[in-house]
């Protein structure tokens, strides 16, 4: 039975292949479980990792939660259907606590493997919804959870020729929505080089070229 109350059933026959990762940008998880279990919201997720590490279950994994919004990812909307939602008990500016960070490598493997998800359809709610959201934001340890084979992050060091077109054509391979430049760019940034400032770089072009060529693999 579902805690929250904010949800439906999925949509055209649609079943989970992707994760999204959400911050509640809430002051405290308590606050964060009247959120996303009021129906005036309308707003939910299927997990909610507190700082401690426990996971508390919002709804259940075959229904529909309310949690991503417009967007869209590999050229297909209605995400909310497509998906597994897990918030984060985070304000959006501190680091995230190591037990939530135990929590959330302790709760991915059973969702993936229940799916058969990929590690590249762990993603977070800015690249879905680039302009519009930024988390699990800059503080997020994408690369750790790669390690862990939960994710994708980048092997390779070396810069490629500035492509500007080869750049987006790789990085809308790889999932990216057809967004403008400077958000696209800011998307990936906050994916794969948070903190890197400036235009578009030859840096940029080689991750992009190869996280599109691995998810091609």
């Given at each position: 039975?579902?805690?929250?109350?904010?949800?439906?059933?999925?949509?055209?026959?649609?079943?989970?292949?992707?994760?999204?990762?959400?911050?509640?940008?809430?002051?405290?998880?308590?606050?964060?479980?009247?959120?996303?279990?009021?129906?005036?919201?309308?707003v939910?997720?299927?997990?909610?990792?507190?700082?401690?590490?426990?996971?508390?279950?919002?709804?259940?994994?075959?229904?529909?939660?309310?949690?991503?919004?417009?967007?869209?990812?590999?050229?297909?909307?209605?995400?909310?259907?497509?998906?597994?939602?897990?918030?984060?008990?985070?304000?959006?500016?501190?680091?995230f606590?190591?037990?939530?960070?135990?929590?959330?490598?302790?709760?991915?493997?059973?969702?993936?493997?229940?799916?058969?998800?990929?590690?590249?359809?762990?993603?977070?709610?800015?690249?879905?919804?680039?302009?519009?959201?930024i988390?699990?934001?800059?503080?997020?340890?994408?690369?750790?959870?790669?390690?862990?084979?939960?994710?994708?992050?980048?092997?390779?060091?070396?810069?490629?020729?500035?492509?500007?077109?080869?750049?987006?054509?790789?990085?809308?391979?790889?999932?990216?929505?057809?967004?403008?430049?400077?958000?696209?760019?800011?998307?990936?940034?906050?994916?794969?080089r948070?903190?890197?400032?400036?235009?578009?770089?030859?840096?940029?072009?080689?991750?992009?070229?190869?996280?599109?060529?691995?998810?091609?693999?």
């Amino acid at each position: 039975m579902s805690l929250s109350p904010n949800f439906g059933p999925r949509r055209d026959g649609l079943r989970p292949e992707l994760v999204v990762i959400h911050y509640t940008a809430m002051p405290d998880c308590e606050v964060a479980i009247r959120a996303l279990c009021d129906p005036a919201r309308e707003v939910s997720a299927h997990y909610l990792i507190r700082r401690d590490g426990q996971v508390v279950a919002l709804v259940e994994e075959g229904a529909r939660a309310w949690h991503a919004g417009a967007g869209e990812w590999r050229g297909r909307g209605d995400v909310n259907s497509r998906s597994i939602g897990i918030e984060l008990d985070n304000d959006g500016a501190s680091p995230f606590a190591a037990p939530m960070m135990d929590g959330l490598e302790g709760l991915l493997p059973g969702v993936l493997a229940r799916w058969s998800i990929r590690p590249e359809g762990v993603i977070g709610h800015s690249c879905m919804a680039p302009g519009r959201k930024i988390d699990p934001g800059p503080r997020f340890d994408w690369e750790r959870l790669a390690r862990g084979g939960l994710a994708l992050w980048p092997e390779g060091r070396a810069a490629s020729p500035l492509d500007p077109a080869r750049f987006r054509a790789d990085a809308l391979a790889y999932g990216f929505p057809d967004v403008e430049e400077a958000l696209l760019l800011a998307a990936f940034r906050l994916r794969f080089r948070h903190g890197r400032k400036g235009p578009l770089d030859g840096r940029d072009c080689a991750i992009m070229a190869e996280m599109a060529a691995r998810i091609g693999a």
